[in-house]
């Protein structure tokens, strides 16, 4: 995008004329990784940017050393002359109408599914330029969709999708299609522009030709343009969902002047993309959830991105294969991430799945990708116990409350509380509903411990926590919980009955002195024994 280094090569004329002969532009050097691209045998001499001398930067090749391993194209502007629009105004208008594009808004929201053929060259020795707009056209929308219109004139209402022009060129124009000032003035409603002619195959120059197609004024819908013949452009794949980019990426010949002015992912279709995507966490995982297009898709393939290695993983279904050729996609609107570890943060793609048909078969495509990010929950924030906690010489003595069980101990109004999480808490408030007073209280780790006094017997106080954050499960949960209370309930049973002196009285009795086991329900005084006072 922008001025990127135009690359130049070889010494060629595919538009015949032996004044253009020489070295021509070629973005292929960028496509082609792995190739030898030398600049020491080529020592041609013709006027200009046409010259090629071993070290003056231009390379020897006429093809692409080895078969290329990209898709590339141009958005370039650089001396576009449109009025009232610069450089940089002109790309911030081509992404745009890309944009508007692959999400079917206006004007493309109406795109007539039809190829123009522009031919002012006929049949031309039997070369038949023309021929290859017609082909695929018949690929693409079929034969009854593809019909001879001239480019401007028959131009009105919804962009065609695709047009294919030829006649006798220059640098600025073809005769009987236009010039580089009718796409700087006029409305040009082709998408995807093929044309061909002399001399404007050579693209790198002021007010070149083939990259005005994709300029012009606002109501121009260009996207990308090509200089198509010699040799003649296959265009099949794009009927079966190929990029634009694949048509010239995976084509055996690799003749330097072929190129892809525009964006090379671009396709014939774009569908669109899932609605209303939110990610939620769960206590099974993070859940995502999503609306379905309403257009058409049999299924949804869902993509993870690791953020902490940029890594992405399609997360549903199996592979592609000749007998799984979707990739078996999900049919329900959601998915839960499940089994990664918490805290791990995450980037989702929903794309959903069409089977198509065309002129040219039957396919799998995907649409486009909605995009939403989260943080994989630990499990949901759960209280694992509540501990009622007496301090004495001996040590701590806890007893587990809540529930059914009570608290016996409690006849001098004080109670300290640890209550005890699943994971790592934060904060949070908390009131007491039933008689008693808060003194402090404090989170530590997955405990929070609460100390109150005035605490009345024979009672269910219960505790209220709101709002509590926890290190890994990303939304604030509230607990309500109830500690009943009853000084010299041994059997924890809830009710003061004649078996529970009994209880207490064997167990003072074998227990003097010790606080151990089941003696801790038995300092009623909590004095820090157990003897005849507690009875």
Not at 399 to 426: C, H, M, S, W, Y
Request: aromatic share 10%; charged share 20%.
């Amino acid at each position: 995008i922008g001025r990127v280094p135009v690359p130049y090569s070889g010494k060629i004329m595919p538009d015949g004329h032996t004044d253009h002969n020489g070295a021509w532009p070629t973005d292929m050097y960028y496509a082609d990784i792995d190739g030898s691209w030398t600049d020491s045998t080529m020592n041609w001499t013709a006027a200009g940017r046409l010259n090629n001398v071993p070290g003056d930067g231009k390379f020897d090749k006429n093809q692409a050393p080895t078969a290329l391993e990209l898709e590339v194209g141009r958005i370039d502007f650089a001396g576009i002359n449109v009025p009232g629009k610069s450089e940089v105004e002109l790309v911030r208008q081509y992404l745009n109408r890309n944009h508007a594009y692959r999400n079917s808004l206006a004007p493309y929201d109406n795109i007539r599914r039809e190829v123009l053929v522009d031919d002012n060259f006929g049949y031309f020795g039997g070369e038949a330029f023309a021929s290859v707009g017609w082909t695929a056209g018949t690929a693409v929308v079929g034969r009854t969709n593809t019909g001879s219109r001239k480019w401007f004139a028959d131009q009105t209402g919804a962009p065609v999708l695709f047009g294919y022009g030829c006649g006798g060129g220059g640098y600025t124009g073809a005769a009987g299609i236009g010039t580089s000032g009718d796409f700087a003035t006029k409305s040009s409603r082709v998408v995807f522009s093929a044309l061909f002619g002399s001399y404007f195959g050579d693209w790198n120059y002021t007010d070149a030709f083939l990259r005005s197609a994709i300029g012009g004024p606002v109501t121009s819908t260009g996207l990308a343009s090509f200089w198509v013949n010699r040799p003649n452009w296959d265009f099949s794949n794009t009927a079966m969902g190929g990029s634009i980019g694949s048509t010239l990426r995976y084509s055996s010949d690799r003749s330097i002047h072929r190129q892809i002015l525009g964006d090379p992912t671009l396709r014939f279709q774009h569908r669109p993309a899932v609605r209303d995507l939110a990610a939620v966490p769960t206590a099974e995982g993070l859940r995502l959830t999503w609306t379905a297009t309403g257009t058409g898709e049999i299924g949804y393939h869902v993509y993870r991105t690791d953020e902490s290695t940029g890594i992405t993983t399609r997360v549903t279904g199996q592979s592609i294969s000749t007998n799984s050729p979707s990739g078996q996609p999900i049919t329900e609107t959601q998915f839960t991430n499940t089994g990664a570890e918490a805290g791990s943060q995450f980037t989702f793609a929903v794309r959903p799945v069409f089977r198509e048909s065309t002129p040219g078969g039957t396919y799998y495509d995907l649409g486009l990708g909605n995009f939403v990010s989260g943080v994989q929950p630990g499990p949901q924030l759960a209280v694992e116990s509540i501990v009622s906690r007496r301090t004495t010489s001996g040590g701590d003595l806890d007893l587990v409350v809540g529930g059914a069980a009570t608290e016996p101990r409690a006849t001098d109004g004080k109670l300290t509380l640890i209550v005890r999480f699943n994971q790592d808490v934060g904060s949070g408030g908390l009131s007491l509903n039933g008689t008693g007073t808060v003194e402090s209280s404090e989170f530590s780790g997955r405990n929070l411990t609460i100390r109150l006094r005035d605490v009345a017997d024979c009672q269910t106080l219960r505790v209220e926590l709101t709002n509590i954050t926890a290190q890994s499960w990303p939304q604030a949960e509230s607990f309500s919980l109830p500690i009943r209370i009853l000084g010299g309930d041994t059997d924890r049973n809830g009710i003061i009955q004649p078996q529970d002196l009994s209880l207490a009285t064997s167990l003072i009795n074998a227990n003097k002195g010790k606080l151990v086991g089941t003696a801790r329900l038995c300092d009623f005084n909590n004095d820090g024994k157990v003897d005849a006072s507690d009875l």
